[in-house]
C-alpha cells in the first residue's frame, strides 16, 4: 500500500475510470471528481467491483474557473488531470474555442494553482497529439515538433499547457500527450469503427498505405502511473504510443479479424477517397483515416525506462470482446 493520495479528475471518462483502476489496483489511495450524478453511480460501481476501498468519490458537476477545490485537494500528493470537454460539442456553440476554453484551459489553470496553494508535489496534465497537428507527415512526431494545433479541442490544450508551464510553481509539471486512445467502451470514431466492420458491409479502405499510431488505454494509464512515481518525469512532456504502426487497412483488418468476421476492403485510390470524404463534408474524418500519425516515443523509452506491456492485438481483443458482449 502506497501512502501516497493521487486525485483523478474526470474519473468517469474513457480514460479516468481506467486510471482509477490501475491506480486503485497498484495500492494508491485515490480521490476521483466526476460532474454528474450517473457520473458518480458510475464510478461508485467500479469502487464495488473492483473493491477499491481507498477511493473517496467527489461530484463537482462541470468543471470551471470557480470550482472550490479545498475539500478535494487537502493532503492529495499528485494530480492527473483528465477532466475536458471532449472533441464534439454536443450542444451547439456559436464560440467552440472559447467553450472549450472554458473547461479545457480556464478551468486547469485554477486547479493547478489551487493546487499550488494546497501543497500538491506534482501536477500530471493529459493533453493531446493534436496540438501538434493532424497529420505527422513525413518524420514522427517528438517532443521537440512544433505545435500547430488544427481544431478548437487541440488549439485549448496548447493554450491550458502554456498557462501551466507560465504559472511557475514549486510543483513538478508532467504533460502527456497521446494520440487516439482505443480499448474497452471506446467512444467516438473508434466505436464507429467497430460498428461498420461489425456489419461486415464493404469499406473503401483496401489501398491504404498511412502510418498511423493509437495507444491502448491499459498501456496510457501504465505510462501515467510511471509518471506518478519516477522522480525523473518531473518538468517533462512526453509523447507516447503502443509500439505497433499501422495503416488504416491493416487496422480494419485486425479488427475483423479479432470479431471473426470477414471484412471486404475495396481498392479505392487514396486520392480518390480523399475527394469523396470531402464532398461529403467529412475532411477531418478523412484526415484521421489517410494520413500519416506517427510517433517517436523513445524519451519515455530512455528516461523512464517505460515500455508498452500490452500488445495492440492484445488491446483489441479486448477492445471489441467489450464492445460485442
Known sequence: ?????????????????????????????????????????????????????????????????????????????????????????????????????????????????????????????????????????????????????????????????????QLATSMDLVIIRPPLVYGPGVKGNFEKLLNLVNKGLPLPFGKVKNRRQFIGVANLTDFIARCVEDPKAANQLFLVADREVVTTTQLLQQLAKAMGKKTVLLPIPHNLLEWGFRRIGKAKLAEQLLNNLEINSDKAKTLLAWEPPYTMKEQLQQMVDYHIK
Not at 107 to 134: D, M, P, Q
Open 1 to 165: 500500500m502506497s501512502n501516497k493520495i493521487i486525485l483523478v479528475t474526470g474519473a468517469s471518462g474513457f480514460i479516468g475510470q481506467e486510471l482509477v483502476k490501475t491506480l486503485g489496483q497498484n495500492g494508491y489511495e485515490v480521490r476521483a471528481t466526476v460532474r454528474s450524478e450517473s457520473a458518480l453511480r458510475s464510478v461508485s460501481q467500479l469502487k464495488k467491483q473492483l473493491q477499491l476501498d481507498e477511493l473517496t468519490i467527489y461530484n463537482l458537476g462541470e468543471l470551471s474557473a470557480e470550482t472550490s477545490w479545498d475539500k478535494v485537494i487537502q493532503g492529495v500528493d499528485t494530480i492527473v488531470h483528465c477532466a475536458a470537454r471532449a472533441h464534439i460539442l454536443r450542444e451547439t456553440s456559436d464560440n467552440p474555442l472559447e467553450t472549450f476554453r472554458q473547461v479545457n484551459c480556464q478551468a486547469t489553470e485554477h486547479l493547478a494553482k489551487e493546487a499550488n496553494r494546497l501543497g500538491v508535489k506534482r501536477f500530471i496534465f493529459i493533453s493531446s497529439i493534436g496540438v501538434l497537428g493532424n497529420a505527422s507527415h513525413a518524420n514522427p512526431f517528438n517532443e521537440n515538433s512544433q505545435p500547430n494545433p488544427q481544431v478548437p479541442y487541440a488549439q485549448a490544450k496548447w493554450e491550458a499547457e502554456q498557462r501551466l508551464k
